[in-house]
């Protein structure tokens, strides 16, 4: 049996294919497999959660309520998700919520009532991953035409497309029957990690208020800036 009590997505080139500042839920299109992942899932016991940067809601592109109709048509079509977990604000805000930092994964673990070691995060970009280990969680990173090669080759687990990422999950570490491109879980687990323990989910500050659940508005957060790479495409990455 699985240790992993939940499993926390990313959105936006994860779920459904990236809309950039996607404000219109006709515009939603999940990812080929994404139902059938969320239902095997939900159907072993496992809570389901998003945990989404949408820095459109600080540059004034979209709105709070725009994000949350989007999210509305994703759980419509895809979930239904027990928590959504949400940071609307830009590279240059210094909050603790906005990926890589670890806050989104630690208010989505305390929603769900499990600790870090026992979720499993699964996105398309290294700011994914490094959300996961920095929360003391398991990353998976399903690569998409935007993932760069440096982020696939520094995952610590790669699944060629989201079912593989969940059947894993579910499965435990594979033994000789990897997928290509897959690398097995236990590559991904820290030494002496049994899924049973893991840090508290924060609470009054940071990552405990700046995040959104099911219709909650995210507030502001304070902590290190992340700031974009040269020569990326900061609206691709910023989200």
């Known amino acids: 049996m699985s240790p992993v009590k939940a499993v926390l997505f990313d959105r936006d080139g994860t779920l459904v294919h990236d809309v950039p500042y996607n404000g219109d839920p006709e515009r939603v299109r999940p990812v ?17 959660g998003v945990v989404t940067n949408q820095s459109g809601v600080a540059r004034g ?78 990353g998976i990173l399903v690569p998409t035409a935007q993932t760069r090669p440096e982020e696939t080759a520094g995952a610590p687990h790669v699944a060629p497309d989201l079912l593989t990422a969940v059947r894993a999950v579910l499965d435990g570490p594979s033994r000789g029957r990897a997928p290509a491109h897959e690398r097995p879980v236990a590559a991904g687990l820290p030494a002496g990690t049994d899924g049973g323990t893991g840090a508290e989910a924060p609470t009054g500050t940071g990552a405990g208020t700046a995040a959104e659940a099911r219709t909650g508005t995210a507030a502001p957060g304070g902590a290190e800036a992340v700031r974009a790479r040269p020569g990326v495409d900061t609206r691709r990455r910023s989200r």
């Open 61 to 138: 592109l979209i709105s709070d309520t725009d994000v949350r109709h989007v999210n509305r048509r994703i759980d419509d079509l895809v979930g239904p998700f027990d928590v959504w977990a949400i940071c609307p604000h830009g590279p240059g805000d210094g909050c603790r919520c906005r990926k890589p930092q670890p806050g989104l994964v630690l208010y989505a673990a305390g929603r769900v009532c499990a600790a870090p070691a026992e979720c499993v995060v699964i996105g398309d970009i290294g700011a994914d991953v490094e959300a996961a280990e920095r929360a003391g969680a398991h």
């Open 32 to 48: 080929d497999g994404a139902r059938e992942a969320v239902a095997l899932l939900r159907a072993h016991g496992l809570r389901v």
